[in-house]
């Protein structure tokens, strides 16, 4: 018996909630990885800790540094604010699912995409040791 017997496609919304702006506790989450389709950038995700929006989930990335010469200085302020240093010569996705489950603050920031699309994203330039 399939657990989707029971969904009804027609009462499900297909919209979107947007984190909304503000500052948010996150907890790293397990399943970091290097990108598919640009092996150098590293994808990972947050959830929001404890409030009214518990478990919203921010999906983001590191990127490529070879491109983006300031992105291993915002992965080395990422583990500052988070307290926990990578081990020598362990690489950024290893580094982020060995800390999964810690927490670090976050602003979110609302930024349309390449489409024009608004998107809530985190200012990933200004993390800070957890408050919570």
Do not use: C
Not at 70 to 91: C, H, M, N, Q, Y
Request: overall charge negative; cysteine-free; proline content about 9%.
């Amino acid at each position: 018996m399939s657990v989707w017997q029971d969904i009804n496609l027609a009462d499900v919304p297909t919209g979107w909630e947007l984190l909304p702006k503000g500052s948010y506790t996150f907890s790293v989450l397990p399943g970091s990885k290097y990108n598919d389709r640009d092996p150098g950038r590293v994808d990972f995700a947050l959830a929001v800790v404890g409030g009214e929006f518990a478990g919203k989930r921010i999906y983001t990335s590191f990127p490529n540094p070879q491109q983006f010469s300031w992105s291993p200085t915002v992965l080395k302020r990422f583990a500052e604010a988070i307290g926990s240093d990578p081990e020598p010569g362990e690489d950024p996705v290893t580094y982020l699912n060995r800390v999964a489950n810690l927490h670090v603050d976050y602003d979110v920031i609302h930024k349309a995409d390449s489409q024009g699309v608004e998107r809530a994203n985190i200012n990933l330039f200004k993390p800070r040791p957890a408050k919570q």
